[in-house]
Every structure is written in C-alpha cells, then in structure tokens.
C-alpha cells in the first residue's frame, strides 16, 4: 500500500521558520495538503493544492512541492502554531487518499 | 460556514457494526465529497471513505470489504457502517467535507476543509 512519510518531530524557536516535510512516490503526479491539529481537536485545513492557502489562515504558512517531497513551511513560528501537522495525498491512480505519518512541531 | 454535526454508538462490543451519521448544516450539501476518517487514540489520521452526493463512492483498501458509507440527499446527511468491529477499530472517527475544482477540466480535490467534532468509539468485550 502507498505510504507518505513525515518526520516524527521538529523543534523550533519563536520567531525562526519551521519547515515540515513528507515524501512520496506519487507526489510529482499529485497535489499534496496539509491539516494542523491541536490536542483533543479536529484537524485545520492549512495548505491545499501544494501550495494553496484557505481564507483566515494567516499568511506565515505556506506550502512548496519538488519531486517527490512537498514541505510545509511556517514563518515566524509563534507559540500557538505547536501542533501536530499531517499531509495528504493520493496514491498513483488517484484511487485512495492517505495520510502521513504526522509531525508534532514543538514551540521551544 | 458549513457545520458538520456527528452522532452513533460509542461503545461497541467484538464483531458488532459500528454507525455513525453527519449531518451537515448551513452550506452547501451538493457539489462536495463527503468522507469518514478516523485516528485511534495516540496515532495519526486513516482515510475510510467519501461519497458524493450523486452516490459515487471511494473506499479505503484495508477496509473496503468492512465498510458501506451511504448518503441520504434529502436529509443532508451521510453514514458510515463498518462491520465486524475489533480493538483495532477504537478511534476517534470524524466526518470531514470537501469540494473539488474541475475549472480546468481534470477535478481536483480542495482539501478537506470542513470536520465533524469526532466521536470516540470503543470497542471493548
């Protein structure tokens, strides 16, 4: 089965940029999107299309895709951006969705 | 703003079917692809499935002989049966919507931007 590998943790300080990674096999073919949950709470929507920003989130997160690998990207990491970050894609044949493996972003 | 409201059984004992229903209340209903995604307690997000509102369904491989997911138009409202239900199957399950760009003549996904409150589902002899 078609897997999306993430980094399990990164860590950064307020202020710094956070970039959060996940690698797949059938990126180059297909978009990737990417969900910030905070403890006990549904996901959030923060990228869509590799690089897509929904309405009312804020501007410091963005999105890039190369190859196999699209990265999420927060600017200027404020304290309240400590969560865990999922990303989603399709397999190949566009057939099923999966996600990785997730990223908690520590705030030091 | 779209609001997805989630209600079924929390407790289930082995090989019971597990239900669940989402109503989706003040936004579009038609035009969007509604989905079941789960995540057990400590772990990370599993797609089940989505359907739309014309009745095609998309499942998840690992589970697709366990699971029906069914939509019900009139009512605004989407399901999701998983049969034979085991530990493994304890999670929080959410229901989730998300529309599709076909402006460019292949459709795709915008993410799933709208998300039930989620249910805890136990399965416990």
């Known amino acids: 089965s078609y897997e999306l590998t993430q980094t399990p943790s990164v860590s950064v300080s307020p202020g710094q940029t956070a970039r959060i990674t996940c690698s797949g096999d059938?990126?180059?073919?297909?978009?990737g999107y990417w969900y910030q949950q905070r403890p006990g709470q549904a996901p959030v929507l923060v990228i869509y299309?590799?690089?897509e920003r929904p309405s009312g989130i804020p501007e410091r997160f963005s999105g890039s895709a190369s190859g196999t690998t699209v990265t999420l990207i927060i600017r200027g990491v404020r304290a309240e951006d400590e969560a865990d970050y999922y990303c989603q894609s399709a397999d190949r044949d566009s057939s099923y969705w999966v996600f990785g493996g997730g990223t908690r972003l520590t705030v030091l | 703003q779209v609001q997805l409201r989630q209600w079924g059984a929390g407790l289930l004992k082995p090989s019971e079917t597990l239900s669940l229903t989402c109503g989706v209340y003040?936004?579009?209903?038609?035009?969007?692809?509604w989905a079941w995604i789960r995540q057990p307690p400590g772990k990370g997000l599993e797609w089940i499935g989505e359907i739309n509102d014309s009745g095609q369904i998309e499942n998840n491989p690992s589970l697709k002989s366990r699971v029906t997911i069914s939509v019900d138009t009139s009512r605004r409202q989407f399901s999701l049966n998983l049969t034979s239900v085991t530990a493994a199957d304890t999670a929080v399950y959410y229901c989730a919507g998300s529309s599709k760009d076909c402006s460019t003549g292949k459709c795709h996904s915008l993410g799933f931007d709208r998300w039930g409150q989620g249910t805890l589902v136990t399965v416990s002899p």
């Open positions: 299309k590799d690089s």
């Open positions: 003040d936004g579009s209903f038609s035009g969007s692809y």
């Open positions: 059938a990126l180059p073919n297909q978009y």
